[in-house]
């Protein structure tokens, strides 16, 4: 944070002063000691004394910078420029604004940051909106130590000064001015911080050093919430959730007690030590909610639902978001709602682009209408749909977009677009801030598939409505952004778009609900702007310094200039940094931007063979995720990158199925268009490009060695994979010793299928006797340049004995090749189900690595166990069911689905381990393992462990070697 540096005022009588932001002073750092919000002092004139109008003096006291007590985004500040309009010799003011929250029973305080020993000790005077007094507060000198932050910001800090206005005389949702009279010649202090000052660590004199002691009985919310915050500074997070959990439930019986407590949670979480520590307060959101809705206090619960999921997204915990959604999944069911939203009736096509969208004539339920399972009890109930239940059913939709049921997610939000629209489809007033909502959402989602004339639509009929949303406008503005941005990506810009897109950015840098995120979203805007009008320099340094103070956002957009333009220099090291940003902060859906344009870059510098691997992966994520859209696209690039290298029948194929994807529908018009474009380009190739991979083409058969484990009586399959990590077609053969089998390859799947065709003779026989007694197996084999494919090992319930098989990559000139064993351990009786193999793996440079496991089952209707996949050093963990169904990130590999970076696309048991969905006693998987820095030489280990008996089982050890 740069110091803040003050102007005097202008001797002009004009606001021509030169405009001044300090961009980096938007960063409002949370204090160790006062949950804060930065404001940037304003001088103004002595705008209360004789000279004065009191109708000019409120005018200029309305132009003070103000501060929401209420937000956890940032608020940025500028200097005001005011006329003087006094003599030189009269002593100046300096002041801020504050607006008090919806609810206020804590006082609002403020710390004032000096550069001197003895500061100026004069009293500030606030008042209401209309200048009238309300109080003068004399400031009381604090010791600066206790302030380490701030005085890390300020350097030159030495002296600090706090000050408080009782509760008492503020009124909600008010805006109220505190203005200083300085001393004549006296310099202004460095700054201000500012905040409500809650029963968390921000109101608090002392922090925490000893343990405090727990007291019998009743134990008042007040209390309570002391020694949570004890009990974490001691012994975690986890420990004081516990301790909280506990004690909603032994105030369950006593609504006066629980929602005293529950008060005072949500508050914690909304202002006190959950403000700045995100995941912190959704974890005191979660208690409540969880607790709430144990308990029965279902309006209570769902109150806090919307905070939770805020709390949830903004510290990218997509895992326990996906849990809690199961909860409102469970609360519409309980009133005999369906979430499937495809089972509503059809009432025609939504979007022009898109006819299998629907609008669906949904009948509004009541969360826990109906009569509730195992006679739980009713403490109390949602008694009305209103905006805050449909504002659960809008996150609710929007991760569903996240998670690659993108289509789902845009039909939830046509629905409650439509809910909150008249006949007309003109929005209703009080339900005007779901309508915009779901209307900028519906045309985000409609943007990121390529639909953009259709999103562009949505946005001239939001700019056009009445209304503009709850908070002064805000709704308007982004609308107003939206929609110049949007006119320029479809061709049709307004030439006015550069000095409008200014003027809003101002706007939303000084609106007191637009954060920080909305202000480096219109700033890319004016950024793109400035380059489709030939101003590139000033485009290149709005994104230089967007990407300067944290914007991941700019920096993905900057990205795309740089490959467009033909740079090079510094791009891999910004992709892979962009990458590993997104892996431990967003979800797996926003890598796919990512890996487009890796293949590019890696295309533009000549390394095909590395363009080709990253293509696929593209692709791969099209396919996973449902985004048919972007797929022809990538399609007809791997089909001029085949071509490049020689491949023309692998170059032909991709061509087709970019021609079939483009001949099922749905796909944008500037999709169809650039598919084609670059299909039409395709021509045969004899002067190859070179690659650097030309030189040594690499087979690689994985696992190297796995262990089986059958159940009895109970038929199984296990999976190896075979990768062509070259970027030439490969011809060779796979060899199979150590059992008769039949070999084939179904063109149905393109898998290659080896099923065991006898029981073990001998339980007693060696594996070294097995092998003598078996014949070869050989399949010719031929392998796409960049690919893989599964190997399928497999066994009817009659198999005994043990076995030791290998699998040989052979070609005719006796290179390249690979080998994999596989031992096959005597099936174990008096098991009812368990994940049946294990194996050790190789590092490979190209992907992440895979691995397969098998969970099987003795009875087809055994139900699934709660697992989980622990990694023994930093690794992400993706799960996968075999066709590539995504079921869960585990972003850091400790097992758990709690933290920052998870995701959860399946179903869990409610404490954040997957539940893998079971078919007929079945459930094949894959594995991708992501390490986060060098392989020890001991080897990463991905212990997969079932949840069985109240303790963890390991039912499988994997080990990845350097």
């Not at 009191?54 to 956890?72: F, M, N, T």
């Not at 308007?476 to 006015?496: E, F, H, N, S």
């Not at 950015?505 to 909305?518: F, I, P």
Request: glycine share 8%; charged share 25%.
């Amino acid at each position: 944070m740069k110091n803040v540096q003050f102007h005097r005022i202008p001797r002009a009588g004009t606001l021509a002063a030169p405009h001044f932001t300090n961009r980096f002073s938007r960063l409002a750092q949370n204090l160790a000691t006062c949950v804060a919000m930065l404001v940037i002092i304003a001088i103004v004139p002595p705008c209360l004394s004789q000279q004065a109008s009191r109708g000019s003096a409120v005018a200029e006291l309305k132009q003070l910078p103000e501060a929401a007590l209420d937000r956890k985004s940032e608020f940025n500040a500028k200097f005001l420029h005011l006329p003087d309009g006094t003599a030189a010799a009269e002593q100046a003011r300096i002041g801020f604004a504050f607006l008090t929250p919806n609810l206020v029973d804590d006082p609002v305080t403020w710390l004032v940051v000096w550069d001197k020993n003895e500061p100026v000790v004069a009293s500030w005077r606030v008042t209401s909106d209309n200048g009238s007094e309300v109080a003068v507060v004399q400031p009381i000198t604090d010791d600066l130590k206790r302030y380490p932050e701030l005085s890390k910001r300020y350097p030159a800090a030495k002296s600090i000064q706090r000050l408080r206005v009782s509760q008492n005389l503020l009124i909600k949702a008010r805006r109220y001015q505190a203005v200083l009279t300085m001393p004549t010649g006296a310099s202004p202090p460095l700054g201000i911080s500012v905040n409500s000052a809650s029963d968390g660590i921000g109101g608090r004199e002392n922090a925490v050093t000893r343990e405090i002691a727990i007291p019998e009985g009743r134990i008042h919310s007040r209390l309570v919430m002391k020694l949570v915050e004890n009990i974490r500074a001691l012994h975690g997070d986890t420990a004081a959730i516990d301790f909280l959990e506990d004690q909603f439930a032994k105030k369950a019986e006593s609504p006066r007690d629980f929602q005293a407590l529950f008060y005072k949670v949500w508050k914690e979480a909304q202002f006190g030590t959950g403000h700045s520590d995100l995941a912190w307060g959704s974890r005191l959101n979660d208690a409540a909610f969880v607790s709430g809705f144990k308990a029965g206090y279902y309006e209570d619960a769902f109150s806090i639902l919307n905070n939770l999921f805020a709390r949830l997204s903004g510290s990218c915990r997509y895992g326990r978001l996906a849990e809690v959604h199961d909860f409102l999944e469970d609360s519409y069911r309980f009133a005999g709602m369906s979430m499937d939203i495809s089972a509503y009736p059809d009432l025609g096509p939504a979007i022009p682009s898109l006819p299998s969208i629907r609008h669906r004539k949904i009948e509004i339920a009541i969360p826990f209408s109906e009569k509730f399972p195992d006679e739980k009890p009713v403490m109390n109930r949602v008694s009305k749909f209103g905006p805050k239940e449909a504002g659960a059913l809008k996150n609710y939709g929007w991760q569903k977009f996240k998670t690659g049921a993108w289509r789902d997610g845009l039909e939830w939000h046509i629905w409650l677009r439509d809910w909150a629209s008249d006949d007309h489809g003109v929005p209703i007033q009080p339900r005007n801030e779901i309508w915009y909502d779901s209307t900028i959402d519906i045309a985000g989602i409609l943007a990121s598939r390529g639909f953009k004339e259709d999103a562009l639509e949505l946005i001239n009929e939001a700019a056009a409505a009445p209304y503009g949303g709850h908070y002064r406008g805000r709704a308007k503005i982004t609308v107003a952004i939206r929609q110049l941005d949007g006119m320029r990506r479809v061709g049709r810009p307004d030439p006015d778009m550069v000095p409008k897109l200014r003027e809003l950015a101002d706007k939303v840098e000084s609106h007191l609900h637009l954060g920080k995120g909305a202000h480096d979203y219109a700033m890319v805007c004016l950024a793109m702007a400035l380059f489709d009008t030939d101003q590139r320099e000033e485009g290149e340094a709005i994104l230089d310094q967007l990407v300067n103070e944290g914007s991941s956002y700019a920096r993905s957009v900057r990205i795309g200039q740089w490959i467009n333009s033909g740079r090079t220099e510094g791009v891999e090291d910004e992709l892979i940094s962009l990458l590993l940003l997104v892996r431990n902060f967003g979800h797996k859906i926003d890598e796919l931007d990512l890996y487009i344009r890796y293949a590019d870059f890696l295309e533009l510098t000549g390394r095909l063979g590395e363009a080709l691997i990253m293509r696929r992966e593209a692709i791969r994520l099209c396919r996973d995720f449902d985004v048919t859209t972007h797929l022809p696209v990538q399609l007809a690039k791997l089909a001029n990158l085949l071509q490049d290298l020689g491949d023309q029948e692998g170059s032909q194929d991709a061509a087709n199925e970019a021609k079939a994807v483009l001949q099922a529908g749905e796909i944008p018009q500037s999709h169809l268009e650039e598919t084609r474009k670059i299909l039409k380009n395709l021509q045969p190739v004899t002067d190859l490009k070179a690659t650097e991979n030309d030189q040594h083409a690499e087979v690689d058969l994985q696992p190297q060695l796995s262990m089986v484990i059958p159940i009895e009586e109970t038929e199984w399959t296990t999976y190896l994979a075979i990768t062509n990590t070259s970027a030439k077609r490969q011809n060779g053969y796979l060899r199979l010793t150590g059992a008769p089998a039949k070999m084939s390859v179904p063109e149905s799947t393109n898998d290659i299928l080896i099923v065991l065709e006898e029981a073990g003779k001998d339980d007693n026989q060696t594996l070294d006797l097995t092998l003598d007694l078996t014949l070869d197996l050989t399949l010719d084999l031929t392998l796409d340049p960049a690919s893989y494919r599964l190997i399928a090992i497999s066994a009817d319930g009659s198999w005994k004995g043990k076995r030791e098989l290998k699998l040989n990559w052979g070609t005719d000139q006796g290179h390249n090749s690979s080998e994999s064993t596989v031992w096959i351990e005597e099936p174990e009786a008096e098991i009812k189900s368990a994940i049946i193999q294990a194996g050790k793996y190789q590092a490979n440079p190209f992907y992440g690595v895979t691995m397969y496991l098998s969970y099987v089952a003795k009875k087809p209707d055994e139900a699934a166990q709660p697992i989980r996949f622990v990694a023994s050093q930093p690794a992400r963990v993706e799960i996968y069911k075999l066709d590539g169904t995504p079921l869960a990130i585990d972003g850091q590999g400790n097992g758990s689905l709690l933290n920052k970076s998870d995701e959860l696309f399946g179903t869990s048991d409610g404490e954040g381990n997957l539940m893998l969905p079971i078919n007929e006693g079945r459930c094949f998987i894959q594995i991708r393992v992501y390490p986060e820095g060098p392989i020890t030489e001991e080897g990463l280990q991905i212990d997969a462990e079932v949840f069985n008996g109240g303790d963890w089982t390991l039912h499988s050890r994997n080990k990845v070697t350097p």
